[in-house]
């Protein structure tokens, strides 16, 4: 019994808490580019105060903050109606609505945003259909702008909010908003009052299902966003790649980790406090 329980610690011990703990290492170190590897190992603060003093990376730090969160309330209002849709249909009919939802994910997601830029491209599907509609005769190429991350990510997150929100909205007692009717309160102020509160905890999970991965996401600003959009991930992506800063790398992934370990914490604050109500 004791090993079965200690092979889940083992597992994140070593493939969790050891790699975080040698980029923490890595963290505090100082940059070498001549030695193998190009860092040099101490307690050298330059690299975490270069992150909150160099303009360049607050731009990126408050840009990733900003597309997340748009991009999670878009999320949010697109996939809200879609798990209550799902929710208030027909049982029989409800694995083949999930089953479409979670279809994307039988593709590659690389494959997914490849398709994206071939929608969004200056000679893509879109701007060729608008220019044979005669809608525009030169339309505007989104690709390379902030807007094909803003699509790419909601495009590719909506599932992660769709299934929370669906398994939440799924468990709530329908009844409550027949009595609310029949005590003279309409649809949308008895969906505001019962449905909508009851439903907050899918609405905390799937924000932060959004939230968390959009900030230091890399591959859908790299190829729909281009180079005028800085985001965290990118920024990560080249000072470990491209200049072999390792120690800045190292701090860029270590901030990024304590900014999204605040909302974590808010939710398993906000989920202890619903079960110690329930209880």
Do not use: H
Not at 163 to 175: I, R, T, V
Not at 228 to 235: D, S
């Amino acid at each position: 019994m004791r090993l079965v329980i200690a092979l889940p610690y083992l597992w994140l011990g070593i493939f969790f808490l050891l790699p975080l703990a040698l980029v923490l290492v890595l963290a505090f170190g100082t940059n070498a580019p001549d030695s193998v590897p190009p860092v040099e190992l101490g307690v050298d603060l330059a690299s975490f105060r270069l992150l909150f003093t160099d303009d360049l990376y607050l731009a990126a730090w408050l840009s990733s903050l900003r597309i997340a969160a748009l991009s999670t309330l878009v999320t949010l209002l697109l996939g809200y109606p879609m798990a209550y849709a799902i929710a208030r249909a027909d049982p029989r009919r409800r694995p083949l609505l999930l089953m479409l939802v979670v279809l994307p994910f039988w593709t590659s997601f690389l494959i997914r945003v490849y398709a994206w830029m071939g929608l969004l491209s200056e000679n893509g599907i879109l701007n060729q259909f608008l220019r044979w509609s005669g809608m525009a005769a030169d339309p505007y190429t989104i690709l390379g702008t902030e807007w094909a991350i803003y699509l790419g990510i909601v495009y590719a997150y909506l599932p992660f909010m769709v299934l929370p929100l669906y398994a939440s909205l799924e468990k709530l007692d329908w009844s409550l908003l027949e009595a609310a009717s029949d005590l003279g309160a309409r649809p949308l102020p008895a969906f505001l009052t019962v449905a909508l509160p009851l439903s907050l905890p899918g609405i905390v999970a799937g924000c932060l299902l959004v939230f968390i991965p959009a900030v230091g996401e890399f591959v859908i600003p790299d190829l729909l966003g281009g180079t005028r959009t800085l985001m965290i991930g990118k920024v990560l992506w080249d000072e470990f790649f491209t200049n072999s800063d390792w120690p800045l790398a190292s701090a860029v992934a270590i901030c990024l980790l304590v900014v999204l370990v605040g909302p974590i914490m808010l939710f398993q604050r906000q989920q202890q406090r619903s079960l110690e109500r329930r209880s």
